[in-house]
């Protein structure tokens, strides 16, 4: 993909860092997710496992540690969607604003989005526009910064596409596949924390390089 040069048409201004508030909001709700639902499928794996062909599996003894794997397993993958759809946001807005002050990019913005929907593309290309922005912000952490940007790519990817395929497996009729994906995914789920924080801690650095580069070339009509 050629490098696109910026073209100053418009004022994009600060429209990212809402976009980082949203992320940390959805990392500690993710977080949260990925423990109480990691502890609880652990805690009623062959109960939950024993569920797919029998209902009565399920007792009035352990039938509130079962909703909270439930319910760990619904906030995990709320708090997965949140997450995504700000990192969407966030590298639109931040791409666009460093393109605005001069900066290049291999991908247009709008890929910042769409990228995340193209099979194959999905694994590197929203990488490569976070990693362009870093780029673009000129900071003096810029290396570290994409150091830390690949090792959360890195967690990011392999814990999404392992919880994908354990939960697939959760289709079957078998008892013992089925009780074998679920710790599988509880053990995927405990870890899933390490990129939400490690996602949070990143994004609010590139926000705050992305306002110092605000206040030292402000572009005319912009508001921070």
């Not at 952490?141 to 497996?169: E, K, M, Y």
């Amino acid at each position: 993909m050629a490098i696109k040069p910026a073209r100053a048409t418009h004022n994009v201004g600060n429209r990212f860092s809402i976009w980082n508030r949203s992320l940390g909001a959805a990392a500690n709700f993710g977080a949260v997710g990925s423990i109480v639902g990691s502890l609880g499928i652990f805690a009623n794996a062959k109960t939950l496992a024993e569920a797919t062909s029998s209902a009565s599996a399920i007792t009035e003894s352990n039938a509130l540690s079962v909703l909270a794997a439930l319910m760990g397993i619904f906030f995990l993958g709320v708090g997965t969607l949140w997450f995504s759809a700000a990192m969407m946001g966030f590298g639109f807005r931040a791409a666009q604003f460093v393109r605005e002050r001069g900066a290049t990019t291999r991908w247009r913005p709008g890929w910042a989005i769409g990228g995340w929907f193209v099979p194959i593309l999905s694994l590197f290309v929203p990488f490569i526009i976070f990693r362009d922005i870093i780029e673009g912000t000129k900071s003096a952490t810029t290396a570290a910064t994409q150091r830390s940007l690949l090792w959360f790519w890195i967690w990011w990817v392999v814990l999404a596409n392992l919880a994908n395929s354990t939960v697939s497996n959760l289709q079957s009729t078998n008892q013992a596949t089925v009780y074998s994906s679920l710790t599988l995914l509880a053990g995927s789920m405990c870890f899933h924390i390490v990129p939400f924080m490690m996602g949070k801690k990143l994004f609010k650095t590139i926000d705050a390089d992305l306002r110092a580069m605000e206040l030292a070339a402000p572009v005319a009509g912009t508001t921070a």
